[in-house]
């Protein structure tokens, strides 16, 4: 089964901008959507963005849209969130995940998704 493993996490001050990367085992991905989701401190886990198998087709939450950008390079079987203008909001865990059934997830629903990494922390402070 291929294995996501996301990085690029840190912490980070109000307004600056991180990019984070979610690299795979094995070439499976470049037929599978996949998507970033964000769990903060007592909270529930929630979806930020998608992207489809060849990249041309993304969409974002109302929270993240203008400020985060998903991307996929294919060829190295990566997937990427750009963030910029970072908020306290923000802080969390940040998971990639795999989607490996038919028709678009979107909603994003984390029960949909089969595949997981384990995560990459962002700390964003005022």
């Known amino acids: 089964q291929v294995q996501l493993m996301e990085s690029g996490g840190g912490s980070v001050q109000a307004g600056e901008s991180l990019t984070l990367s979610c690299a795979a085992s094995?070439?499976?991905?470049?037929?599978?959507?996949m998507a970033w989701f964000r769990q903060a401190p007592g909270k529930e886990r929630e979806g930020l963005a998608l992207i489809s198998p060849g990249g041309s087709v993304t969409v974002y939450d109302d929270s993240v849209k203008g400020r985060f950008t998903i991307s996929r390079d294919n060829a190295k079987k990566t997937v990427y969130l750009q963030m910029n203008s970072l908020n306290t909001e923000d802080t969390g865990m940040y998971y990639c995940?795999?989607?490996?059934?038919?028709?678009?997830?979107?909603?994003?629903?984390?029960?949909?998704?089969?595949?997981w990494g384990q995560g990459t922390e962002v700390t964003v402070s005022s």
């Open positions: 995940a795999l989607y490996s059934s038919g028709g678009l997830p979107w909603p994003l629903e984390p029960r949909r998704f089969s595949t």
């Open positions: 094995e070439d499976t991905i470049i037929s599978h959507y």
